[in-house]
């Protein structure tokens, strides 16, 4: 919701951006909703979920489904950015089991105890995640060792200044999103929840008040608006991907009513270049980004050094 938004149920996609990483390959940036989410909601609290944001879930926009299609088997992924741990983010997460799992520590040590009511409340659902998730987590802790001019201090996942995850917090305990300075559609800023829609970031919009019921912390969603807002200012030839907008959906009325009244995975990012109108927004960093970097790191382990936040708990 958006404040002074119309009022109408809509379907609300749940996106993911799939990039391609020369030297470390197929890179998620969250994995939508899956079928999976249907036995995680069965029964109670979790069912509770489901009634808070009825479920849609057509089984061919799974990303398991759809990443096949475009030539992409989901043990090619090598890493999985998640922004926040919310279920509408980590629901197709056990498809990719060789994945690096990169999140947050402060976003894992929220939820990773958490178990029936204590979990619904913060929209986690345990079962979404992998049971081998500690030993293929990447945390990360700090986002010192990288900055994003007039955004603010980042974290470079591979030591090449291609992947700079940002600190977004507010919606979600130690949500982050992703800039990826080089894809061929231009600069990109995924942001995933920290707004609905990238109209709130460009007119500088708050949410409705009521969605300070379901932030983690309202006023640093302000805050973290307003740098967003900053930042679009100073650089406004970034694109902004939000998490659940459609691509290219216009940016105007009607606005969201909730994050959730019947909801899709659907494919959102990058793809290999040059394979058709389909695949358009799918993007590839520029092989100069990453030459001469991680000369070692062929696999899908991300460097130690780069990742001050280390293995997971
Ligand atoms: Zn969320």
Known sequence: M???GARRQVDVPAQAALLRHSRHGWVLFDTGYSPRMWAATERLPYRLYRRATPLRLPPNLALAEQLPQLGVAPEEVGHV??????ADHCGGLRDFPAARL???REGWADV???REFAAVRRAFLPDLIPDDFAERA??????RNAEVPRLGPAHDLFGDGSFLLVPLPGHARGQMGLFVPDTPDGPTLFV???????????ELRPAHPLMDLIADDPRAARETLARLHAFHRARPDVRLVTGHEAPHEPVTPPWVETPASGIQARLRGLTPSGTGAAKRNLSRSRESAEADLNPGSR??????????GDKGS
Do not use: M, Q
Not at 81 to 86: A, K, M, N
Not at 138 to 143: A, H, N
Not at 192 to 202: M, T
């Open 102 to 104: 990169v999140a947050t």
């Open 138 to 143: 990447t945390l990360v802790s700090g986002f």
């Open 299 to 308: 696999d899908f382990s991300p460097r130690r050094d780069a990742t001050e």
């Open 2 to 4: 958006i404040k002074g």
């Open 112 to 114: 990773a105890g958490r």
């Open 81 to 86: 950015i998640l922004s926040h741990f919310h």
């Open 192 to 202: 995933a929840d920290a707004v609905f829609r990238a109209a709130s970031i460009r």
